[in-house]
């Protein structure tokens, strides 16, 4: 099978090789798919730098999302059947033509479901119910503050703003975006290039202000989001943009401002799927993903559509992914 492989650590377009490796095969409990397709995500990138939330043995072969088609069922496996389209529920190592999951770590998914969303479903999408829903529990007709509102998760945010009933507040970094921001259903955009954010947020949120906040850029930013919540005000991170390319983790900070958590009592925490993939109790977690399922399934929540790139052209994907402004996410497809 072929499968794309990191020989060590390292920067991803100089340790990637496409390898022949052979088909592996499913033990008790678990099933084989036939790869369709996988993201390439900027966390698997950074996996690869050794700068993610863990590293792998190397060799190592990268990816957390898939979607594909059970070919072969291990012994004493319930619940599944050959030909049943899936996708896979915190699988690493997904850049390949077949893997082996758990049945527990394996999903059904919408036979109308475009593949595009199918291979997306859980990082991005389920990001997002997670942070507005059991994380800040975000309310109709609340504010949320957002950094990288054009991010995928940060399209899909607002999507579940006008969902659900709360207001956007979107923080972006070029004034060309504002206009998308809005498009999307957006309520309000900040502009960095030539806004101050927190003389913004006062702007627009009037007296009642903003409490609830999301960030992934960290840096500075994340540093002003904080100061422009009310008293009482909780930021969650989930990336870091802004240290994009930083391999130093001493440089990956936020500065926060102590009058901020000591006289204001703020609070900042951080969020982690892969974290939350594998603590979370069965039941809620399969309660959550299932709700995720379903908003895209019914079209709440709108996957924006991947750029597919034949396996072979694997470092086409892997410079698309952290290119500026690139567009559609780079979908590896591993054609029969």
Known sequence: MRSVVAET???????L????????????GQVRIRVTAVPVEASDLHTIRGRYGFTPEFPAVPGIESVGVID???????GLAVGQRVVTIGVTGTWQEFIVAEAKRVLPVPAAMSTSTAAQLLSNPLTAVILTGDVLDVRPGEWLLQTAAGSTVGQLVIQLGTHIGFRTLNVVRRRSAVEHILALGGTAVICTEDEDLRERVAEIAGEGGVSKAIDCVSGQVGADVSR????????VVYGALSTHRQTDPAKLTIPIFARSLIYETKSIRGFWLFRWLNETPQDRMAATIDRTVQLAAGGALRVPEG???????FSDAVHLAEAPQHGSKPLLVFDP
């Open 228 to 235: 422009a919540l009310t008293p009482d005000g909780e930021l």
């Open 72 to 78: 072969e069922i291990g012994s004493d496996t319930e």
């Open 17 to 28: 090789r496409l390898q022949v490796r052979p088909i592996p095969q499913p033990g008790p």
């Open 307 to 313: 750029q597919p790139i034949p396996v072979e052209k």
């Open 9 to 15: 650590v390292g920067e991803p377009s100089e340790v």
